[in-house]
C-alpha cells in the first residue's frame, strides 16, 4: 500500500471518513460474501456498480479535498473523478480484486468512538493512493478527426494544389 506523508497524516486526522460509507457496508459486504463463495458466476457490472458508488462517495469526503493528488497538481477528489470514470468505462476490463483491499477496510470500519478508528482512517486513505497508483489509465490516444470542409472529406493530392504548390 502506498504510504502516507506527515501532512497526509494531519489532514486525515482533521477530516475523518463521514458516515457516508456506512449506507454501503451492507451492500459491499454481500457483494464480498457471494464473490467469496462463488454461489453465482462472476458478473463484473453488480459489482462495478458498487465499487462505483463507493468511489463517488469517498470524492465528496472533505478529506479528499484537502489531499494532495500523487499524481498531479490537483487533489484527491480529482484522482477519484478520473478513477470514476475509467472505472465507467471499464467494459469488459473491470477486475473487482483490484478493489477488494479497499472494500475490505470498508466493510471492517469500527465505531467512530474506537481507538481504532484513526488507523481505519489511515488505511482507507492509503488503500485509496494504491488504487489511483495501480489502476491503468487510458492510453489510448483520442481519435483524431479527419480534415473536412463543409462536412466533406478532404484529401490532400497534388492535383489539389495550384500552380507551384503542385508537386
Known amino acids: 500500500m502506498a504510504g502516507l506523508s506527515q501532512e497526509d497524516r494531519n489532514i486525515i486526522k482533521n477530516h ?30 453488480p459489482y462495478q456498480n458498487m465499487i462505483s458508488k ?19 497538481d490537483g487533489d484527491v477528489a480529482s484522482d477519484l473523478a478520473q478513477l470514476f470514470e475509467r472505472l465507467r468505462k471499464a467494459k469488459g476490463h473491470f477486475r473487482y480484486d483490484d478493489y477488494r483491499p479497499l472494500v475490505n477496510l470498508v466493510i471492517q470500519r469500527p465505531p467512530t468512538e474506537s481507538q481504532n478508528a484513526e488507523t481505519w482512517n489511515f488505511d ?34 497534388s492535383s489539389s494544389q495550384k500552380g507551384s504548390e503542385q508537386t
Open 124 to 157: 482507507v486513505w492509503k488503500a485509496v493512493f494504491t488504487l489511483i497508483d495501480t489502476i491503468p489509465r487510458r492510453t489510448t490516444p483520442p481519435a483524431s478527426v479527419p480534415p473536412s470542409f463543409d462536412g466533406t472529406p478532404v484529401k490532400s493530392t
Open 54 to 72: 463507493l468511489v463517488y462517495t469517498l470524492q465528496g469526503e472533505d478529506a479528499a479535498y484537502s489531499l494532495r493528488s500523487r499524481m498531479s
Open 16 to 45: 475523518p471518513l463521514t458516515n457516508s460509507v456506512n449506507h454501503l457496508q451492507g451492500a459491499l459486504q454481500e457483494a464480498e460474501k457471494i464473490y467469496e463463495s462463488h454461489r453465482t458466476p462472476y458478473d463484473g457490472q
